[in-house]
């Protein structure tokens, strides 16, 4: 039996709402900088995470509540998340590894969905890996190289936070150190994401063909 409280779900929103801040500085400060095919990669990539993380929550809330058991926002959580990812280090990798001009385009195709979860995991691992990659890089060229520090603490978290929820906790204390796990994770990506831009990342020049 799942053991979620009303207070628990409500913290839930919190690493949504760094992560979706995170996101839109980013994609405001690397707009002019992405091809149309890589910012479109980045921007439906963060949606669906933001959005995922949001079903999660919201499927606590309900369950706590005891209003509903709706387990179909609970099933949805790693296949949108995790292809979310896959599609946002995608774009992030386009960014600093190929040509950047109006007519690039990329095209994305999602994996099949399978009932388990390690298939998402990977992917999972494997975007949040690409995207916090082009982050440090991105930490580099604007000679703030201590910047890496807080992306590498956000993946690290990250990655517990994506270990910790792919197991079924019955104690409401483990479900706790996830939340403080997620929080510090997202928490840790916004700091970064707006140090990024308080240090000029809009602003930094970028050349068709820039790579790493």
């Not at 839930?12 to 149309?36: E, G, Q």
């Not at 590894?97 to 109006?102: E, N, R, W, Y």
């Not at 604007?142 to 956000?154: E, Q």
Request: with cysteine; aromatic share 12%; hydrophobic share 60%.
């Amino acid at each position: 039996m799942k053991d979620f409280s009303v207070s628990m779900a409500l913290v839930d929103y919190i690493p949504v709402l760094f992560f979706a801040a995170a996101a839109v500085l980013l994609m405001r400060d690397l707009y002019n900088k992405m091809s149309k095919g890589a910012f479109a990669l980045f921007a439906a990539g963060t949606i669906d995470i933001a959005c995922a993380g949001a079903l999660k929550a919201t499927y606590k809330l309900l369950y706590a509540a005891g209003a509903c058991d709706f387990e179909a926002l609970n099933a949805m959580f790693f296949p949108v998340q995790s292809i979310g990812f896959l599609l946002a280090g995608l774009g992030m990798i386009a960014l600093l590894c190929h040509k950047q001009t109006d007519k690039a385009t990329v095209a994305a195709v999602a994996p099949p969905v399978f009932s388990g979860t390690f298939v998402f995991v990977g992917l999972m691992v494997a975007g949040l890996g690409l995207m916090d990659v082009g982050l440090c890089v991105l930490s580099v060229k604007l000679k703030k190289p201590w910047l890496v520090a807080l992306f590498v603490l956000s993946f690290v978290c990250s990655l517990g936070m994506g270990y910790l929820s792919s197991q079924d906790f019955a104690q409401a204390s483990m479900n706790w150190i996830a939340e403080g796990v997620n929080v510090v994770g997202q928490g840790t990506l916004l700091l970064g994401a707006w140090l990024l831009h308080k240090n000029g990342l809009a602003a930094l020049p970028w050349q068709e063909g820039d790579a790493v």
